[in-house]
């Protein structure tokens, strides 16, 4: 079953003759629970296809599905609410705050949605990540692996559907990537969660079940 379809997708950004096709009628699925890879040059539409699949970026043709819910159908509230629940972000500059605690900065998404966290999936997420005893730290105090897991860990705790993750291991050396890259890995296997990341790394793209290649905008081959 795919939990994303997309169908002749286009992204253009300004107009007349200096308008940039980032999308230029890209077609693709993903399966649900699958670990898809995004790779392609500096400029070949990687980040724009993963914002318009978080909901950042409104498609300026095509049709994109997630779950079972056209995008385009949703308004700016619903679509705050989508990117809250259904998805996860995950950065290559983490995005932490840094006058929050460990603790409060995973649980930030939840604190805005003005619900109450799940404790028992909370402590399996942190134990997971190897955070149980930084809960209580700032930002600041952790090495770059620490803090590119506690914005892992706030990326799943909401439970979502769909982990996106934009060169998460762009800063790091080979070993912490590929360490970093295998945390997504399995907590998206532990948790039944579709990953889609956008990486350099031809080794990280090699753990995908499956890799995408954008060239101009368009995949060039699957």
Do not use: W
């Amino acid at each position: 079953m795919d939990i994303v379809t997309i169908c002749n997708l286009k992204k253009y950004f300004g107009e007349g003759p200096r308008q940039v096709k980032a999308l230029d009628g890209i077609d693709l699925s993903v399966e649900k629970g699958r670990f898809l890879s995004i790779v392609g040059a500096s400029g070949s539409g990687k980040t724009t296809l993963l914002n318009v699949i978080g909901g950042l970026y409104e498609p300026s043709e095509g049709t994109v599905i997630v779950d079972g819910t056209d995008l385009s159908e949703l308004t700016e509230e619903q679509l705050t609410i989508y990117r809250r629940r259904k998805v996860g972000f995950v950065l290559q500059d983490y995005n932490l705050v840094p006058e929050l605690t460990i603790r409060e900065n995973i649980l930030f998404p939840v604190a805005l949605d003005d619900s109450r966290p799940d404790e028992a999936f909370f402590r399996n997420v942190v134990k997971l990540l190897g955070l149980e005893e930084r809960l209580d730290q700032y930002p600041y105090m952790l090495s770059g692996g620490g803090q590119q897991c506690t914005a892992i860990a706030r990326a799943l705790i909401t439970k979502p559907s769909i982990i996106l993750a934009d060169e998460p291991t762009g800063s790091f050396d080979a070993k912490t990537s590929q360490n970093v890259a295998g945390l997504l890995k399995m907590t998206a296997e532990t948790y039944h969660q579709t990953l889609i990341m956008i990486t350099h790394n031809p080794e990280l793209a090699q753990l995908a079940d499956r890799m995408v290649r954008l060239r101009d905008g368009r995949i060039v081959d699957i």
